[in-house]
């Protein structure tokens, strides 16, 4: 049994969508990352551009895979809210020698946060990196997906940084 405050089952155990219309809407964003380990040779690769790849270049494709998974999300994840998105912006930065820190910040003026678009786009940006480089190696991983801050709703988030 559920506790009673699990609001994604009804009070006859059923799975059901949290009824979110009579929340005033706001402004929320939220921010999440993950990073991708290539190895030290792929990515210098990947960073000078040295990828062949018939799908685009590398970084920028995986940019726009994050912000279409964003976009998509509610027909990903079940009882997630469609959301139209104000703003969505991944990036793609080099983090340490051998890896690439992918972070999405999604951002919506309505009833409902944004949590699941943003980890939603940096996990997609994250796993076609990995498609398009996994001809090279199978040795990537993705490592540390999490939700960085959460501002707007009930309540918000940040996590520390840490070194």
Request: hydrophobic share 40%; proline share 7%.
């Amino acid at each position: 049994m559920f506790p009673p405050d699990f609001t994604h089952v009804n009070a006859a155990n059923q799975p059901t969508m949290v009824d979110v219309g009579a929340k005033p809407p706001t402004r929320r964003l939220a921010r999440a990352r993950c990073r991708v380990v290539l190895g030290s040779e792929l990515l210098g690769r990947v960073q000078a551009g040295e990828m062949p790849s018939h799908k685009g270049p590398v970084l920028h494709t995986a940019i726009l895979a994050g912000i279409m998974g964003a976009k998509r999300t509610a027909e990903l994840i079940p009882l997630c809210h469609p959301l139209g998105l104000d703003d969505c912006k991944v990036t793609i930065e080099p983090d340490g020698p051998d890896a690439l820190r992918v972070e999405c910040t999604a951002v919506v003026t309505g009833r409902t946060g944004v949590e699941m678009e943003a980890l939603t786009g940096a996990t997609v940006a994250a796993l076609t990196l990995y498609d398009m480089c996994k001809a090279f190696s199978h040795d990537i991983t993705i490592d540390g997906v999490q939700l960085v801050e959460k501002t707007g709703g009930k309540s918000d988030f940040h996590r520390p940084e840490t070194v």
